[in-house]
């Protein structure tokens, strides 16, 4: 028999007039019976699993000649009046979309900024809103570790019993902590902002730089006696609102200005795990009528 | 023993001198998987039934506060074998049976891989739950009484020890279930053999439907779910027969561990149980939208990902057996891990649906019916996956209207939807679609009423498998509610039984391709030849039958 | 691919290149691994209930090392493979030296957990009744023991109807998957043996 015969397109005629099938045998359900026949003897008699087990012997030898030397096989002959109707062959058109077609959704952010605009961008943001807080500690209190012990005070809870006086002083405890607490800080926000800011409609810097601090502030007016009595005591909020502000406009500024990267979120999923190199076109089909 | 034999060449197919004996061994003898396929289904929709009258009967028992409908031992016997049945006499055999009847023709094979063992796996799973039925005879032994196990479907240590289950009904059960495990085994295997060694030309792996991959993966959790409960229960019949310890607490065993082995097959078995629902549904919701499945690699990775996340989920069936709080974290947080990818899944199918030209014919209604009442009984499970709230919740009726959700509403909604796509292919006649929507609704309905109310119920803090309960304590109103819900579903049923019945015999003809399918099993005639395709196909797409219907506009230019 | 496709040749093309693993290569594979997560559990079970048992005997005093039955066992490995490699070369003489010198190896094997098995419950009175250890000893060496026998009763087989006569070459592939099974029971031999006779006899 040639291929051609065996093979083909679905619903296609052959050649031949008979196919081989494996032949039927009733060896399977004896074998069956037996098996279950040996069980059913642990729950009545013995007699029965040993009635079971002759009947078992006689599937299983069954069984095997069925199979040994070689499976046993019957021709089926193919009958004419039962053949499948051809495949039709539809007459309506199709319209295969492609990513970024016009009326084709597309997943937002199409752009990022890199994380990289990020990090630079929190570390000056935090730069300048270290500096005002330090202009202020200067301008209030004579003294630009004030504001740093003041923040030191989320993790340094003794700091909260501290007198004005002693906030003053620059101690090197309160100092290591609050610098690395808001470095720390300052570049996972402005990374959040080099994520987030592509998802904004218009007005990035508006939102970076004024709503974004406004909410910001807003979140902390509440709990911030439950993270830092001893700076919600003594906190000035204008400033510390301008010193917010001051973070948000500086680092939505660099993250901003940064370079444009593309997303992979049009891709389809094989290419962005890599499995296939990008294609010209991608496509997602639907019936129109 | 040599001497018996059978004959070689067999009268021809629908010749008129066919007489009972040779329809009989048409049928027994038969290594076709499409008439295993059916057996299977219809032996699975026989015990439905059965089953269902049990919870009938339950129902009605609970109807009214204080009901005496039947006695405290049968009602225990009852709940017993109802929930055995309807996991391994209803969805094994279905699990078995749509994969048998679709498996080797959606890949473009003549047969399963081994046919016999094919053949052998049903039967003995026939024989398997007749041993279970049995014990309404012998459970006592041949001598006594009659006495089906009583001990709940996860037969829980040590109430299944000899002292406190006497007679053989617990060893029914345990041999029961062996038996008939034995054969979904033989069957997982021969799926996985099929879908590996059989695939027609061009029928990779990334090309086979969604149904073929999911059934694979279905088989891949019977293979490593199973062993486990088998496992156990030869440790039950050892004690019990041989006196061994294992669940055996005065001598040093844990009853515990019943717990962790029974589940580490239980809840992999309940995934085993939806899985046939997710196939069905990822084959007919593209076509019934006209649109292909939305997101197929992250479906097959959802599936697959389910297939090995939910090994590692089984104690949260066990929050109140005082675990140590680290592994109440571990499986309340695995848990809902297993969510992420079920979520996957819904929002697939949702997003398949969007934008398509939405044909609602029964077989969509149920699909959509399942992706509501799912997604309820997925929002409960994550209720209760939390620690504290199962402590609250565990063992009341809220996780009976949980699990029913899951499994009466979204399994059974699943396989409805198939046994309506595929009812056509399978007899070549069309059902009757206005009965159809009439099943529909109404079972939709039924099972709202049954198992909303028991959400209810068990908050207001009834336990699940008590006999009675008295008036006065809030729960007669839901109760009564689930009652009537529950024979509006066995009127649904019935309908759905006098359709199939009805459509078999007189029903009009179907055609080959009634649903302009995209799968192979559409290529060929309803109901199929023996040999399935005259040529075995060769494919290029993950939808075959679209590219020969459009040859100026092929899947393959695109994949 | 381009537009104007010679579907028949590509058919033809796809149906000659087209290579799907054997079936029962895949069935084989698919039944060991379930028949682990059989093993697993039992095992599984052992180690929890190490330690366990209420009264002795407990296995530091009664379990010997069964040295020369896991060399015969681990080594019938080897001679099958040698037996294999002789069917594969059609030589029929080595092919049933070899598959004797398993079948003794196995049979050894099983003579052996029969006799520590004796001098357990004789000697020792340690029963699957006695205490924890008797209870999990007994169900994983003889969950153990129960598929060397299977496999033996195959192996005999084979050899048995080969010096009747049948003609054993035609079974290459039948053979070589008996030959995995048994190397499954011996690699299942070394966990049972880490486990029962190492790790609860500390």
Known sequence: ?289 | MASIDYPLERPKVGTKDWGFAEHMYDWVATVDHKKLGIMYIVSALLFLVIAGIMALVIRTQLALPNGHVVAPDTYNRLFTMHGTTMVFLLGMPLVAGFSNYLVPLMIGARDMAFPRLNAFGFWIFLFGGFLLYFSYLGGSGLYGAGSAPDVGWFAYAPLTEKPFSLGHSTDYWALGIIVSGIGTIASAINVIATTFSLRCPGMTLSRMPMFVWVMLIDSWLILVAFPPLTAAQIMLLLDRYLGANFFYTQRGGSAVLWQHLFWIFGHPEVYILIFPAFAILSEVIPIFSRKPIFGRPAMVGAVVAIGFISLGVWAHHMFAVGMTSYANSFFAASTMLVGIPTGIKIFNWTATMYGGKVNLKTPMLFCCGFLLQFLIAGLTGIMLAIAPFDWQLHDSYFVVGHFHFTLAEGLVFGIFAGLYYWFPKITGRMYNEKLGKWHFWLFVIGVNLTFIPMHFAGILGMPRRIYTYQAGRGWEFWQFSATIGAYIQAIAVAIYVWNVVHSAIKGEPAGDDPWDGWTLEWATTSPPPEYNFEKLPVVRSSRPLWDLKHPHDPDWKYE | MADALDLTADALTLEREWKTPDRGTVGIIFLIITESVLFLTFVAVYLVYIGASVTGPYPKDVLETPILATVCLLSSSLTIVAAEWALERNRIGMFRIWWLVTIVLGLYFLFDTGMEWKKLIYVDHLTISTNLFGTTFYSLVGLHASHVTVGMIFLLLVIGVNLLGFPIETQKRRVKFLSWYWHFVDAVWVIVFTVVYIISTR
């Open chain 1, 1 to 289: 028999m040639s291929i051609e015969d065996q093979h083909g397109e679905a619903g296609e005629r052959t050649q031949q007039t008979h196919i081989q099938l494996p032949a039927p045998t009733f060896f399977p359900i004896v074998f069956a019976f037996g098996v279950t026949l040996l069980f059913a003897g642990l729950l009545t008699f013995w007699l029965v699993s040993f009635i079971g087990f002759l009947v078992f012997f006689v599937g299983a030898l069954g069984w095997w000649r069925n199979v040994i030397p070689h499976e046993d096989h019957e021709l089926v002959s193919i009958e004419p009046e039962h053949r499948p109707a051809p495949v039709m062959v539809e007459t309506r058109s199709v319209v295969r979309l492609r990513a970024g077609e016009q009326a084709h959704r597309m997943r937002i952010p199409i752009e990022v900024h890199p994380y990289t605009a990020g990090i630079v961008g929190g570390l000056a943001g935090g730069a300048a809103m270290a500096a005002l807080a330090c202009l202020y500690g200067l301008v209030a209190e004579h003294s630009i570790w004030y504001p740093v012990n003041l923040l030191a005070g989320v993790v340094i809870p003794g700091l909260g019993h501290a007198t004005t006086e002693q906030l003053r002083q620059f101690m090197a405890g309160p100092f290591i902590a609050a610098l690395i607490g808001h470095i720390g800080i300052s570049i996972l926000v402005g990374v959040v902002y080099a994520a987030i800011l592509p998802m904004f409609p218009k007005y990035a810097p508006l939102w970076a730089g004024v709503l974004m601090p406004l909410f910001w502030s807003g979140l902390t007016y509440p709990v911030l006696d439950i993270i830092n009595p001893a700076l919600n005591r003594r906190i000035s909020w204008p400033w510390f609102v301008i010193c917010q502000l001051a973070f948000g406009l500086v680092g939505g500024f660099f993250v901003a200005r940064s370079t444009h990267i593309k997303t992979l979120q049009s891709l389809p999923m094989a290419e962005r795990a890599a499995l296939h190199y990008p294609t010209e076109q991608t496509s997602t089909t639907k019936d129109v009528h």
